[in-house]
């Protein structure tokens, strides 16, 4: 069972693989970051367990069917698993924003989801990552700590969230799944146990 300081949870689209404000449909429009297949390895390498949460309305608005998701995934693992690393477990909410569902993000269902599928009793303290301001929110009930990157719809959440590059920000801002990955793996490993928060 993971401990949740040492648990990341990733956001999909705009995070691990470039985004598309037209969907991502299929394995051909399923562009990874290499270096965010990178990052992932060395998390896992380095102890740490990583999950994905990832909203797929895409479904539910008949772009493309769950066969087509899992084929993303079979791949996303794949790549992973290549570089040495493992992705612990998938959580994908399938509806549209009218279907009342308790996994959209940003509500927290995925999030539970991942908590039971790890047999965790909690959540709190461990890293929720992501490129909306909706990923963000669907972590805090579970005590997550906030990250945000820059790719995918990053710029565009920072530019309509100003308030989380505040000094007093709960959220840490970096470019990418990579630099996040640098700067928690370099505070882990200076401090043993789990990071102090943000003052
Ligand atoms: O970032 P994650 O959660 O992994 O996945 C996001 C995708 O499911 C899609 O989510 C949609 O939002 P709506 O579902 O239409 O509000 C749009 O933002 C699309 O551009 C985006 O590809
Ligand atoms: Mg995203
Ligand atoms: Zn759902």
């Known amino acids: ?6 648990l990341v949870i990733l956001d999909r689209d705009g995070v691990i693989n ?3 404000d037209d969907y991502v449909k299929s394995l051909a ?3 990874p970051y290499p270096s965010a297949i990178d990052a992932i390895a060395r998390l896992s390498r380095a102890g740490w367990t990583v999950a994905v949460a990832t909203n797929q309305s895409g479904i539910a608005r008949g772009y493309y069917d769950e066969a087509t998701l899992a084929e993303m995934h079979a791949e996303l693992n794949r790549l992973v698993r290549k570089a040495g690393g493992e992705v ?3 959580a994908f909410c399938p509806h549209g924003p009218d279907d009342g569902c308790d996994c959209r993000k940003p509500l927290s269902g995925l999030l539970e989801q991942i908590r039971s599928a790890l047999g965790m009793e909690s959540l709190a ?3 929720m990552v992501g490129d909306s301001l909706r990923d963000l929110q669907a972590g805090e009930p579970m005590g997550c700590r906030p990250a945000l990157v820059r ?5 565009r959440t920072l530019a309509k969230h100003p308030e989380l590059t505040a000094e007093d920000s709960e959220a840490r801002v970096f470019d990418d799944l990579a630099a996040f990955v640098d700067w928690l793996l370099a505070s882990t490993s200076a401090a043993s146990g789990p990071l102090p928060h943000r003052r």
């Open 88 to 90: 612990a477990h998938i």
């Open 151 to 155: 790719t995918g719809k990053g710029e």
């Open 125 to 127: 303290g461990s890293w």
């Open 1 to 6: 069972m993971p401990s949740p300081d040492r």
């Open 18 to 20: 470039r985004d598309s």
């Open 29 to 31: 429009e399923w562009v």
